[in-house]
């Protein structure tokens, strides 16, 4: 359910920060979702029970893998995904797939909490400063 994402218009060969998900990477225009059960993604589709996933929404965009998402998607992404991620904000409790055990698990550590929280307003920022550059988003989905 992973993704790499890198705004076109910013400097590619600062961007790759080495799978961080930090303020630095994100102001530097790359961010990251792990590509397993506990990937942003995957913990907002278990909590909001709904499938939230990069590739289906690379494919309502038309996108394939190296392809840009240009300007005028990522502002129809971002009414898309802004009340997405506000939802799962104001969750008390957060959620992940045991694939092993193939079972629902509860997040209930409110620091675990805070950092998914910090993660999706990450992206929150990361697809701001796309908008803010004028920028179209290059998908390594």
Avoid: H
């Avoid at 890198?6 to 990251?32: C, H, P, W």
């Avoid at 059960?37 to 309502?60: D, E, I, K, P, Y």
């Avoid at 300007?71 to 898309?80: E, G, H, I, R, S």
């Amino acid at each position: 359910m992973g993704a790499d994402l890198y705004i076109k218009n910013m400097d590619r060969k600062k961007q790759y920060t080495g799978f961080e998900v930090s303020d630095r990477a994100i102001n530097l225009g790359y961010f990251r979702d792990c590509y397993n059960g506990s990937g942003l993604f995957s913990v907002m589709s278990q909590t909001l029970n709904q499938t939230v996933s990069w590739w289906q929404m690379a494919r309502q965009v038309g996108l394939t893998k190296g392809r840009v998402l240009p300007l005028t998607k990522v502002k129809k992404w971002k009414a898309t995904m802004f009340p997405l991620l506000d939802e799962f904000k104001k969750q008390d409790a957060l959620y992940y797939e045991d694939y092993v055990a193939k079972k629902k698990i509860k997040i209930k550590d409110s620091k675990e909490i805070k950092e998914y929280r910090d993660w999706a307003d990450k992206l929150m920022k990361f697809i701001d400063l796309a908008i803010e550059k004028k920028s179209g988003i290059i998908w390594s989905v």
